[in-house]
């Protein structure tokens, strides 16, 4: 083999070899995601939604460990992206987000959030989050809260990434997922999604 032929076949062989050891680092690694923290509401001047920032001894608290605004009320511009069961729950008893399950359907039917819509992952390429827009009535500049099982499931995240390329910017996660819901004996409901009906 001449002096080319050799440089090629080495140069070859360590392309293939760097490829196997991306792919099993890749396989390997935790999932990553890049979500943008929520967007304040317009004519919200609440610095305390400004990550670092703590509220002043003497603030408002609204009980769920977040500031209050000055008459005591919950204020859902101090949240950021990753909330727990009792945001949460304040965000769905005030109306002021819309709620998607990212579990499997056989788990939304045996429970789930009330009125949650139900897109798991698995549905992304069938056109689920276009279908909840359309017939459910969410648009990009609404609040909503993805939650899944809590813990380590990555499927609230990846729908998360999918609301925000569709111009998405009020998306919270809630990462006690429905386990972390049912636990505290917050209201729940079985059967299949109301307006999306079920998964093919």
Same mark, same amino acid.
């Given at each position: 083999?001449?002096?080319?032929?050799?440089?090629?076949?080495?140069?070859?062989?360590?392309?293939?070899?760097?490829?196997?050891?991306?792919?099993?680092?890749?396989?390997?690694?935790?999932?990553?995601?890049?979500?943008?923290?929520?967007?304040?509401?317009?004519?919200?001047?609440?610095?305390?939604?400004?990550?670092?920032?703590?509220?002043?001894?003497?603030?408002?608290?609204?009980?769920?460990?977040?500031?209050?605004?000055?008459?005591?009320?919950?204020?859902?511009?101090?949240?950021?992206?990753?909330?727990?069961?009792?945001?949460? #729950?304040?965000?769905?008893?005030?109306?002021?987000?819309?709620?998607?399950?990212?579990?499997?359907?056989?788990? #939304?039917? =045996?429970?789930?959030?009330?009125?949650?819509?139900?897109?798991?992952?698995?549905?992304?390429?069938?056109?689920?989050?276009?279908?909840?827009? =359309?017939?459910?009535?969410?648009?990009?500049?609404?609040?909503?809260?993805? #939650?899944?099982?809590?813990?380590?499931?990555?499927?609230?995240?990846?729908?998360?990434?999918?609301?925000?390329?569709?111009?998405?910017?009020?998306?919270?996660?809630?990462?006690?997922?429905?386990?972390?819901?049912?636990?505290?004996? #917050? =209201?729940?409901?079985?059967?299949?999604?109301?307006?999306?009906? =079920?998964?093919?």
């Amino acid at each position: 083999m001449s002096w080319g032929g050799n440089t090629i076949a080495r140069a070859l062989a360590l392309v293939t070899v760097a490829t196997g050891v991306a792919f099993v680092d890749w396989g390997v690694r935790p999932f990553e995601m890049q979500l943008a923290p929520p967007e304040q509401d317009e004519g919200s001047d609440n610095d305390a939604a400004t990550p670092g920032i703590e509220s002043q001894p003497g603030e408002a608290e609204s009980g769920t460990g977040q500031p209050a605004d000055a008459a005591g009320a919950f204020d859902p511009n101090t949240l950021g992206t990753e909330i727990g069961t009792a945001d949460a #729950y304040q965000l769905w008893a005030s109306g002021e987000a819309t709620f998607i399950d990212a579990r499997p359907q056989h788990e #939304y039917v =045996e429970g789930h959030i009330p009125f949650a819509f139900l897109v798991p992952p698995d549905s992304l390429g069938d056109g689920r989050l276009g279908d909840m827009m =359309e017939f459910g009535g969410v648009f990009p500049d609404m609040r909503v809260v993805i #939650y899944c099982e809590g813990g380590a499931c990555d499927a609230s995240h990846l729908v998360a990434l999918n609301l925000q390329d569709m111009g998405f910017t009020k998306i919270h996660i809630d990462t006690d997922g429905y386990p972390g819901w049912a636990a505290a004996g #917050y =209201e729940i409901e079985t059967g299949p999604d109301q307006v999306l009906g =079920e998964l093919p």
